[in-house]
């Protein structure tokens, strides 16, 4: 298999799909170069962005280009030469369109990281091959797991600096795959790599043979961005209702969303939560084309068969397969202030498109990401990049799928009520996955 | 030896989208979360490609009810005429409710001053500001995207701005899953970008898919230009050329559409929106680095700019 870096055409760009990923490793990790390099090999740089960091490498007295000053976006950053906030990155092969979040891994910005793999479908852990797992590793392994990102890369980097010694890499790959395993990662994909040298980043490594897998790029390309989504179960959280009242339109009442997970299908007995009334898929329209199935992640407008009262903030799902409603919530959650979230707070919890006021019962224990997951219990606050368990009782009854089961449906925010700051992210249900028995890890990752 | 849990299947399933798809779905999204949580939404458009796909995806977002919003564009005074009257016969077009705010009324009037370098693209930011201020928006869409320039590879979804139109990196809110946060306090607003993971590419094959009309001076035609800064720009009233910048005709198109004083154009043979796509495909310079002067003037431009409420 060869990577796909020719120039891109027309003809290549019209049926390519979009992947989106995230990288996380400390900051010596050489992760700027990597993601440095996975732009510039990908011909993903331009000429003015590379004279601009030819200069800049110049003014700071390194020989050769520095790739990592690629990404790095804010003053402020510049001037104390780290990375302090998520910066997403565009590129493009012939195969594929990728959207990078690029976190920074220190310590403090777990939220950072949690940021990133929310929304991400594949998350890069880059460790420092001379000083293999780490805590940081654990770490980031930990925010994959947790965020239940569907696919994760462990790329070995530095190998150029321990002789591209297969011994080193297999011990390496063995201790993370084991200890994401024991966190419930599915799926983890090893690649020895040197970042700086360009080794199986894009092009095929010349100094180890031994090593018979994809190059980071090759696997981007390659690893599934969707599942077969006929099994999950649907959910769709109405956005808006369309109304026209048009001399053309004058009945027309069609509900706006975005699909969160699942199929929808004509003719489907659908239920409203939470008030419960049920109904028919009447029709779906797809943003002008009037379609018998539509599915996640599509934004559409469904129309129902009978004239029942719906609104924003309204869930609709299949009869068969519809979310229990209710008002007591417990869930893992990071929280990303410094306004620290403490047991008897009020907030306002933003759930799908309904936002209500919660209250915060109790915070069961925070969770030691780094060392052993040991749990302490019944912590007098949260603080900013902890994670911990929240116990949560809303004023409303809220259709919260297991975070587990649908990522949209069981995400929420806590935000506070007084200033509208995003103070916690919040996924229902317990923090990891249990160990997938030995005929489940065929399977190629979770279903969303 | 082993070294995954499960190997990666190489297919994708016929369930993925494409990316074209994929993009319009989360900009429809975005453009009817706004419509469902803000009082009084705005879209910023000037004509320009950008804001043309957002109007765009504004309209199928919310068909067949009308856009239930109304738009606004600051006029620099240096606009490109083509582009005015292609602003105009798509507002008539499409029942739309436009306000403009012109920079030329703030000159006028003394509450802005001609600069120096004749260079009107610094000068918005009042106008637009006191746009949002008096007509009460709490909601602007803007066509920016994050692959433009470097301080916009942070930028949120949903930006903050406070009474002044600032903006300001530490309030800036963590963005998780599809959750975004309009809440604001009374006198600020949001800044909304829809495009946000567009790139320019994905936006002219956008246009493509979609038939979507745009300026002519987006496609290659023969125009009186001269070279200022590395850059072709249009010769007229607005200050240039100075008396050693000889006028020539050379066949150009623009890449982005701004203030006729700093937007420049490239040499290009491209009159179809295939020949441009192809053209962007193999182009060795990001949009702005190519063609926009008012980038240019520091490493942190945009950053500045930014932070005093530009979009």
């Known amino acids: ?448 | 030896m082993t070294t995954s849990i499960a190997p990666a299947e190489s297919t994708d399933s016929p369930y993925a989208l494409s990316h074209l798809d994929a993009l319009e779905s989360e900009s429809v999204h975005i453009f009817r979360e706004v419509a469902g949580e803000f009082e009084r939404p705005v879209l910023l458009f000037s004509g320009g490609k950008d804001s043309i796909v957002m109007l765009h995806l504004a309209l199928k977002a919310f068909a067949p009810a009308p856009v239930p919003f109304t738009l606004l564009h600051v006029d620099t005074g240096h606009n490109f005429p083509e582009v005015l009257d292609f602003r105009d016969r798509t507002v008539a077009e499409h029942s739309l409710r436009l306000h403009v705010a012109k920079v030329q009324d703030y000159i006028d009037d003394g509450r802005l001053r001609e600069r120096p370098d004749g260079t009107r693209n610094p000068l918005q930011t009042l106008p637009l500001t006191d746009a949002i201020r008096e007509l009460r928006f709490d909601a602007v869409f803007g066509g920016g995207r994050r692959d433009e320039e470097k301080a916009r590879a942070k930028e949120r979804v949903f930006s903050l701005r406070d009474e002044f139109s600032q903006w300001d990196p530490r309030r800036q809110r963590p963005e998780l899953w599809q959750l975004y946060n309009g809440r604001h306090a009374p006198g600020e607003h949001v800044r909304v970008f829809p495009l946000s993971n567009w790139t320019e590419l994905d936006v002219w094959q956008y246009i493509a898919r979609e038939g979507i009309a745009l300026p002519e001076i987006y496609f290659a035609h023969e125009r009186e230009v001269f070279r200022r800064g590395g850059m072709w720009l249009t010769a007229g009233e607005w200050g240039g050329p100075k008396a050693d910048e000889p006028v020539e005709t050379r066949t150009v198109r623009y890449r982005t559409v701004g203030d006729m004083s700093c937007t420049g154009a490239v040499d290009s043979d491209a009159t179809t929106l295939d020949a441009v796509i192809t053209e962007i495909a193999a182009s060795r310079l990001t949009e702005r680095g190519a063609t926009r002067a008012d980038d240019k003037l520091s490493e942190a431009a945009m950053e500045d700019r930014k932070r005093e409420g530009y979009f």
């Not at chain 1, 390519?16 to 050489?30: K, P, W």
């Not at chain 1, 696919?151 to 150029?160: E, G, Q, R, T």
């Not at chain 1, 299949?318 to 047991?343: F, N």
């Open chain 1, 1 to 448: 298999m060869t990577s796909t870096t020719d120039p891109l055409t027309p003809e290549h760009l019209s049926a390519t799909t979009l992947l989106r990923f995230a990288t996380a490793g400390s900051v010596d990790d050489g992760k700027s170069t990597l993601v440095g390099r996975l732009l510039h090999d990908s011909k993903s740089v331009l000429a003015d962005q590379l004279e601009a960091v030819e200069r800049a490498s110049q003014v700071r007295g390194h020989s050769a280009p520095d790739l990592a000053l690629l990404t790095d976006g804010l003053r402020a950053e510049r001037e104390q030469g780290i990375t302090i906030d998520v910066a997403y990155r565009y590129f493009a092969t012939a195969r594929r369109r990728f959207i990078l979040a690029d976190t920074p891994g220190h310590v403090q910005y777990t939220r950072n990281m949690v940021t990133g793999a929310s929304t991400a479908e594949l998350a890069v852990v880059l460790v420092d091959a001379r000083n293999g797992v780490v805590e940081q590793t654990r770490r980031h392994a930990a925010v994959a797991a947790l965020l239940r990102v569907p696919h994760v890369v462990l790329a070995v980097n530095k190998m150029d600096l321990v002789d591209y010694a297969e011994p080193v890499f297999a011990a390496i790959a063995r201790e993370f795959i084991a200890y994401a395993a024991s966190l419930g990662v599915p799926e983890v994909t090893a690649i020895p790599i040197s970042a700086l040298a360009g080794d199986n980043v894009v092009e095929p490594s010349a100094h180890m043979d031994w090593y018979g897998g994809p190059t980071v790029l090759e696997h981007l390309e390659t690893v599934p961005v969707s599942h077969d989504l006929t099994d999950c179960p649907a959910r769709f959280p109405v956005q808006y209702v369309i109304r026209p009242q048009s001399a053309e339109h004058p009945d027309y009442r069609g509900y706006a969303g975005r699909i969160a997970s699942g199929m929808l299908r004509v003719g489907e007995q659908v239920t409203v939560l939470p008030s419960g009334a049920t109904t028919t898929i009447a029709g779906l329209d797809a943003l002008g084309r009037s379609v018998d199935t539509a599915w996640a992640p599509q934004s559409v407008t469904v129309l129902l068969a009978d004239d029942i009262d719906v609104s924003r903030g309204d869930l609709i799902a299949p009869v068969a397969t519809a979310p229990e409603v209710t008002q007591d919530i417990r869930a893992t959650v990071c929280h990303l202030h410094e306004r620290p979230l403490k047991v008897g707070e009020r907030v306002l919890l933003k759930h799908g498109t309904r936002t209500v006021k919660a209250i915060v019962k109790a915070l069961p224990y925070r969770i030691d990401l780094s060392h052993s997951l040991a749990h302490d219990n019944e912590p007098a606050q949260l603080d900013v990049n902890d994670i911990g368990a929240v116990v949560l009782r809303t004023a409303e009854p809220l259709p919260v799928d297991a975070y587990a089961e649908s990522r949209l449906t069981g995400s929420f925010l806590l935000i506070d009520p007084a200033d509208g700051t995003t103070l916690t992210a919040g996924m229902a249900g317990e923090p990891f996955a249990a160990q997938p028995a030995a005929d489940e890890a065929a399977d190629e990752g979770w279903d969303f």
